[in-house]
C-alpha cells in the first residue's frame, strides 16, 4: 500500500515538471509546429498540409505536425522565419529561400536576376552539387534540408501599364519582399522599390499604395486575384524561388531512425507534387496559367530572349556585388551545372 502511494506521489510530481507537451511514452511532443509564409489555400500552404498529413498517417500518429501559415510563428515578420527555426519554435518548416536569404548569403544564388533560364536549369542546381552543398550549409547552421518544393519563377504585375523593357519599370513603385538583393534589382532597372511583409503587401495592392509587384503565377498571382488590382503581366523569368522542407537537426535527431525515413519521404513526395501543381499551365505548349491572366482581362507580355537579355544586361551590376556575397565557387558551380542542362 505505501508502495502504491509513493508511485502515485512520484506521478504526480513527475507529471508537474513534464511540460504537457510532451508525450510520456515515446519521448515525442504531442505536436510540432510547421512554419510556412503564405496562407494555406496557396499551392504552398497545401503543401505542408498535404507533408504533415503524411506524417502524421504514416507515424500512425506518433508525429503530429500542424501547420502555422501566414507567417503566424514570426508575427507577420518573414524574414525571421530562419531564425525562429533555429531556435527550434518551428520545428519545421516550409520556407522560400528569399526570406532565409537575408541571414543565409549563399541562398541569393537563386535571387541572381535573370540568371536561371529555365526550370531545366533549376533542377540541374537543386539537384546536383549546389543542393548538395546547400544542404551542408544548412546543416552546419541546425537545419536538415528534407526536399525541395517551389513557389516558381517571379513576374512582374502592375497597374500603370505594360512592360516590355527596363525603360518601363521607371519610377515605378514595386513592392518587394524585405531582402537586400530586391531592393538592388529593382533600384538597377529605374524602378522604386518598397519592403513590404506579404501580410501587408496584399492590403497595399488593394489601395494601390504599390503601383507593381512580382510573385509567381500559378503559386501566388492567379490564386489571389492579382487582376483585382493589377491590369498588366510580364513573363520574364528573373528570380526563381524555390522552397525547402526543412527540419530543426535536434528535432530530427528526437525521433526513431524508422521515423525519420518516413518524414524524408513525405517531403520528398510532397515536394515532388506541390511542383508539379505550381508549373502546370506555365510550360509550353501548356500555357493556360497565362490564359488564366488573359481571360481575367490582364494584358500579358512574354519577353522574348533578346528582350529578356536588355533586362540582364541593366541587372550585371548586381550580379557583380552579389557574387561575392554568395561565393564565388557556389556561383561558378551552379553555372557550369545550368549550361549542362542547356544542351
Ligand atoms: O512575400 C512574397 O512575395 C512571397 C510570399 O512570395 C515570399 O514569401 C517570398
Same mark, same amino acid.
Given at each position: 500500500?505505501?508502495?502504491?502511494?509513493?508511485?502515485?506521489?512520484?506521478?504526480?510530481?513527475?507529471?508537474?515538471?513534464?511540460?504537457?507537451?510532451?508525450?510520456?511514452?515515446?519521448?515525442?511532443?504531442?505536436?510540432?509546429?510547421?512554419?510556412?509564409?503564405?496562407?494555406?489555400?496557396?499551392?504552398?500552404?497545401?503543401?505542408?498540409?498535404?507533408?504533415?498529413?503524411?506524417?502524421?498517417?504514416?507515424?500512425?500518429?506518433?508525429?503530429?505536425?500542424?501547420?502555422?501559415?501566414?507567417?503566424?510563428?514570426?508575427?507577420?515578420?518573414?524574414?525571421?522565419?530562419?531564425?525562429?527555426?533555429?531556435?527550434?519554435?518551428?520545428?519545421?518548416?516550409?520556407?522560400?529561400?528569399?526570406?532565409?536569404?537575408?541571414?543565409?548569403?549563399?541562398?541569393?544564388?537563386?535571387?541572381?536576376?535573370? +540568371?536561371?533560364?529555365?526550370?531545366?536549369?533549376?533542377?540541374?542546381?537543386?539537384?546536383?552539387?549546389?543542393?548538395?552543398?546547400?544542404?551542408?550549409?544548412?546543416?552546419?547552421?541546425?537545419?536538415?534540408?528534407?526536399? *525541395?518544393?517551389?513557389?516558381?519563377?517571379? !513576374?512582374?504585375?502592375?497597374?500603370?501599364?505594360?512592360?516590355?523593357?527596363?525603360?518601363?519599370?521607371?519610377?515605378?513603385?514595386?513592392?518587394?519582399?524585405?531582402?537586400?538583393?530586391?531592393?538592388?534589382?529593382?533600384?538597377?532597372?529605374?524602378?522604386?522599390? /518598397?519592403?513590404?511583409?506579404?501580410?501587408?503587401?496584399? /492590403?497595399?495592392?488593394?489601395?494601390?499604395?504599390?503601383?507593381?509587384? !512580382?510573385?509567381?503565377?500559378?503559386?501566388? @498571382?492567379?490564386?489571389?486575384?492579382? *487582376?483585382?488590382?493589377?491590369?498588366?503581366?510580364?513573363?520574364?523569368?528573373?528570380?526563381?524561388?524555390?522552397?525547402?522542407?526543412?527540419?530543426?537537426?535536434?528535432?530530427?535527431?528526437?525521433?526513431?531512425? @524508422?521515423?525519420?525515413?518516413?518524414?524524408?519521404?513525405?517531403?520528398?513526395?510532397?515536394?515532388?507534387?506541390?511542383?508539379?501543381?505550381?508549373?502546370?499551365?506555365?510550360?509550353?505548349?501548356?500555357?493556360?496559367?497565362?490564359?488564366?491572366?488573359?481571360?481575367?482581362?490582364?494584358?500579358?507580355? /512574354?519577353?522574348?530572349?533578346?528582350?529578356?537579355?536588355? +533586362?540582364? @544586361?541593366?541587372?550585371?551590376?548586381?550580379?557583380?556585388?552579389?557574387?561575392?556575397?554568395?561565393?564565388?565557387?557556389?556561383?561558378?558551380?551552379? !553555372?557550369?551545372?545550368?549550361?549542362?542542362?542547356?544542351?
Amino acid at each position: 500500500m505505501l508502495k502504491k502511494s509513493g508511485l502515485f506521489l512520484l506521478f504526480v510530481a513527475m507529471s508537474m515538471i513534464i511540460p504537457s507537451t510532451i508525450l510520456a511514452a515515446n519521448g515525442y511532443k504531442k505536436e510540432y509546429k510547421m512554419s510556412v509564409v503564405v496562407g494555406p489555400k496557396l499551392p504552398w500552404g497545401a503543401g505542408a498540409t498535404k507533408f504533415a498529413d503524411l506524417v502524421r498517417e504514416r507515424t500512425d500518429g506518433r508525429i503530429n505536425i500542424k501547420v502555422y501559415t501566414s507567417s503566424s510563428l514570426m508575427a507577420g515578420k518573414q524574414t525571421n522565419e530562419f531564425l525562429i527555426h533555429r531556435q527550434g519554435v518551428a520545428e519545421f518548416c516550409f520556407a522560400s529561400t528569399i526570406n532565409w536569404s537575408t541571414t543565409i548569403k549563399p541562398l541569393n544564388l537563386f535571387n541572381l536576376p535573370f +540568371f536561371f533560364p529555365d526550370y531545366k536549369a533549376l533542377d540541374a542546381v537543386t539537384g546536383g552539387e549546389v543542393g548538395a552543398e546547400i544542404a551542408n550549409l544548412l546543416h552546419d547552421k541546425g537545419v536538415t534540408l528534407l526536399a *525541395w518544393g517551389e513557389n516558381g519563377f517571379r !513576374e512582374l504585375t502592375n497597374s500603370k501599364g505594360p512592360v516590355s523593357k527596363p525603360e518601363d519599370l521607371h519610377g515605378m513603385k514595386v513592392r518587394v519582399v524585405g531582402t537586400p538583393i530586391f531592393i538592388d534589382t529593382m533600384k538597377a532597372l529605374g524602378a522604386n522599390p /518598397v519592403n513590404m511583409n506579404w501580410g501587408d503587401a496584399q /492590403v497595399a495592392f488593394q489601395q494601390g499604395v504599390v503601383d507593381g509587384q !512580382e510573385n509567381p503565377v500559378v503559386a501566388i @498571382e492567379i490564386p489571389v486575384k492579382i *487582376w483585382q488590382f493589377h491590369k498588366y503581366a510580364t513573363i520574364w523569368r528573373y528570380v526563381i524561388d524555390p522552397l525547402m522542407f526543412t527540419v530543426n537537426n535536434k528535432v530530427l535527431a528526437s525521433f526513431t531512425p @524508422e521515423d525519420q525515413e518516413i518524414i524524408r519521404q513525405a517531403a520528398i513526395e510532397a515536394g515532388a507534387e506541390q511542383r508539379a501543381i505550381v508549373r502546370k499551365g506555365l510550360i509550353a505548349p501548356d500555357l493556360s496559367a497565362l490564359e488564366t491572366l488573359r481571360s481575367n482581362g490582364m494584358e500579358v507580355v /512574354v519577353l522574348n530572349q533578346q528582350e529578356r537579355m536588355a +533586362f540582364r @544586361e541593366k541587372t550585371k551590376p548586381v550580379y557583380d556585388k552579389w557574387v561575392s556575397k554568395i561565393g564565388k565557387d557556389l556561383v561558378a558551380t551552379a !553555372e557550369k551545372a545550368i549550361e549542362a542542362s542547356q544542351k
